[in-house]
């Protein structure tokens, strides 16, 4: 049993489906109240309604520059404070030399990379200033795989690592907590745009991970006492060998 995370705040990015809809879920659970984003509004209110907590929604592109910020903003006029941030609304566009949709290159740099890199240093200066909070970044175990077909992603992931880590070592002794939470193969709606045999799972043996598995681990990063921080976490199907 962890820190009692009752009555916190935390912003969760993507959290209208699959892992980011999952840790909304878990959090709840735990009595954390919640500012959720995503672009699906109907989405977002389904599930906030459905939560027993205090739960605010933010309907907006998160890839957009001001949407940090605004989400910040949010949270704040809301909550009056901010104890954790989930930087978790992410896309996935793979393809080859002969395949890769250069079109997808800049909306995928915008929310996975840039996204990410805005909401960090605009939720650690007000986080910095309270005096405390967390803040986990999604990566996944394709930051440190090499693939053919998952370059871009792959490297986006990898940068969200670096930055991630350099900015946990840049807040040290704060008490602003940086980690970062790599899953495995995950059954979401992420792998939808793909033919369906190339969906996890499709010709396969191997069970993914379910979103709640990788919202455990989420939450288990937020309940480490103030004092200890978990900067990286992986997290694999038991199946799943790379
Ligand atoms: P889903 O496609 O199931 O969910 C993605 C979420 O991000 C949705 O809530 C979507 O909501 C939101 N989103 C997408 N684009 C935007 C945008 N421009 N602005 C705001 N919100 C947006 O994906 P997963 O749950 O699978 O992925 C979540 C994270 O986990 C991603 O960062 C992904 O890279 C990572 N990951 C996933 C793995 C997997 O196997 N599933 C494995 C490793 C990492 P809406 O459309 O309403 O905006």
């Given at each position: 049993m962890g820190r009692d995370l009752s009555g916190t705040v935390a912003v969760i990015t993507g959290?209208?489906?699959?892992i980011g809809e999952a840790i909304a879920r878990d959090f709840a659970e735990a009595g954390v109240r919640l500012l959720l984003v995503a672009r699906r509004a109907d989405r977002l209110a389904a599930l906030a309604e459905s939560l027993p907590v205090a739960v605010e929604t933010l309907a907006i592109d998160?890839?957009?520059?001001?949407s940090a910020q605004r989400m910040l903003d949010t949270a704040l006029a809301r909550?009056?404070?901010?104890d954790a941030l989930i930087n978790n609304a992410g896309i996935f566009r793979v393809g080859t030399v002969d395949s890769f949709d250069l079109d997808a290159l800049g909306p995928m740099i915008a929310l996975n990379y840039e996204a990410v890199v805005r909401a960090s240093y605009v939720f650690a200066r007000a986080m910095k200033a309270q005096g405390g909070g967390a803040i986990v970044n999604i990566s996944s175990i394709g930051a440190n795989l090499t693939t053919a077909a998952a370059g871009v992603y792959g490297g986006l992931k990898r940068a969200v690592e670096i930055f991630s880590d350099s900015l946990r070592v840049d807040l040290a002794g704060t008490g602003v907590r940086v980690g970062i939470v790599a899953p495995g193969t995950t059954a979401t709606e992420v792998f939808d745009h793909l033919p369906a045999a190339s969906r996890p799972g499709a010709g396969s043996p191997v069970t993914p991970l379910l979103p709640a598995d990788v919202a455990a681990a989420v939450r288990f990063l937020l309940e480490?006492?103030?004092?200890?921080?978990?900067p990286h976490l992986r997290i694999y199907s038991s199946g799943q060998q790379h």
């Open positions: 959290a209208s489906a699959g998160v890839a957009e520059p001001v909550f009056g404070r901010v480490q006492p103030e004092h200890a921080n978990i």
